[in-house]
Nanobody, 123 residues
Framework: QVQIVESGGGLVQAGGSLTLSCTSS????????AGWYRQAPGGQREWIAG???????VVAEAMKGRFAISRDNGKNEVYLQINDLKPEDTAVYFC?????????????????WGQGTQVTVSS
């Protein structure tokens, strides 16, 4: 069973920054695409950004400017940098592995989701 683990969430003040991490003990991120999503209370899961195995990145149009995705294949980790956090960024943030990155989106692999990490932004 593949394990995807997100970390780095927490309670932060508006205007602050966070870097979320995603790793796996038994799948190699470096060979596949990966993506970040978030789900606010009562809301649907929305795509934030994706990264291809070669490092190409795509950020959802609504997320451009404050979100950045990156990877360290040596550490088998994928990251999401969030700057200038706003209360509306409060959500559970999920990592998906082994998906496919397209020019304008990311198609997640349904089997490779983590449990999420909570980000709460206070005003």
């Amino acid at each position: 069973q593949v394990q995807i683990v997100e970390s780095g969430g927490g309670l932060v003040q508006a205007g602050g920054s966070l870097t979320l991490s995603c790793t796996s003990s038994n799948t190699t991120f470096g060979l596949y695409g990966a993506g970040w999503y978030r789900q606010a209370p009562g809301g649907q899961r929305e795509w934030i950004a994706g990264i291809a195995y070669g490092g190409r990145t795509v950020v959802a149009e609504a997320m451009k400017g404050r979100f950045a995705i990156s990877r360290d294949n040596g550490k088998n980790e994928v990251y999401l940098q969030i700057n200038d956090l706003k209360p509306e960024d409060t959500a559970v943030y999920f990592c998906n592995a082994r998906g496919t990155l397209y020019a304008d989106g990311y198609d997640p692999d349904r089997k490779y989701w983590g449990q999420g990490t909570q980000v709460t932004v206070s005003s």
